[in-house]
């Protein structure tokens, strides 16, 4: 069956870097759009980021287009979110996301989330 | 962007009965050369990831109960539990996937009365 397993996240300063892991199984990895959702306590879900099959197209919510860098793996059934510079305001939980073979598509399929917790 | 509201905030409703909830959207999200509207609905219970229920503002996923069933087109949508069953208390978003960034709604808790 589909399935998306994260990893990473954790506790950080104010200003400090965090990597993010998605290992995919149960379907053809590089055919799928890739994103990374989060949701901060209490708040709906924030969109933050997706990468195309190839990882030749990506796009970034303004919240962090300039602080994180999303990225994959086809090799390895991975997809990666590197987060620098984390504000507090980055505090949530942070979902990998399966997209579909178009930019434009609805998520199907949740990894079970992992928290980003920034504080001093 | 493009701004997804949702009403009312949270709604209570016998078991048995109907719930509705609504979703408005800043801008079309109807793309007229398909004629789709790019629209999905997830359910979210506590501790859980979002589940999608409904895309293409009224295509049910796969699994998903009878039911429950999406409508509307353009900016204006709606969702709608036909018999609301203790398993169906959860929050509801929408979502527009017409345009980046992709957007959700604020959510919308559908409690038993």
């Known amino acids: 069956q589909v399935q998306l397993v994260q990893s990473g996240g954790g506790l950080v300063n104010p200003g400090g870097s965090l990597r993010l892991s998605c290992v995919a199984s149960g379907f053809t990895f590089s055919d799928y759009y890739m994103n990374w959702i989060r949701q901060a306590p209490g708040k709906g879900p924030e969109w933050v980021a997706y990468i195309s099959g190839s990882g030749s197209t990506k796009y970034y919510a303004d919240s962090g287009k300039v602080r994180f860098t999303i990225s994959r793996d086809n090799a390895k059934n991975s997809v990666f979110l590197e987060m620098n510079s984390l504000r507090a305001a980055d505090t949530a939980v942070y979902y990998c996301a399966r997209g579909s073979d178009q930019s434009s598509s609805p998520v199907d399929c949740w990894g079970q989330g992992t928290l980003v917790f920034v504080t001093s | 962007d493009i701004v997804m509201t949702q009403s009312p905030d949270s709604l209570a409703v016998s078991l048995g009965e109907r719930a509705t909830i609504n979703c408005k959207s800043s801008?079309?999200?109807?793309?007229?050369?398909?004629?789709?509207?790019?629209l999905a609905w997830y359910q979210q219970k506590p501790g859980q990831p979002p589940k999608l229920l409904i895309y293409w503002a009224s295509t049910r996923e796969s699994g998903v109960p009878d039911r429950i069933s999406g409508s509307g087109s353009g900016t204006d949508f709606t969702l709608t539990i036909s018999s609301l069953q203790a398993e169906d208390v959860a929050i509801y978003y929408c979502q527009q996937y017409y345009s980046t960034p992709l957007t959700f709604g604020p959510g919308t808790t559908v409690a038993v009365k």
């Open positions: 801008q079309s999200v109807l793309y007229s050369s398909n004629n789709k509207s790019y």
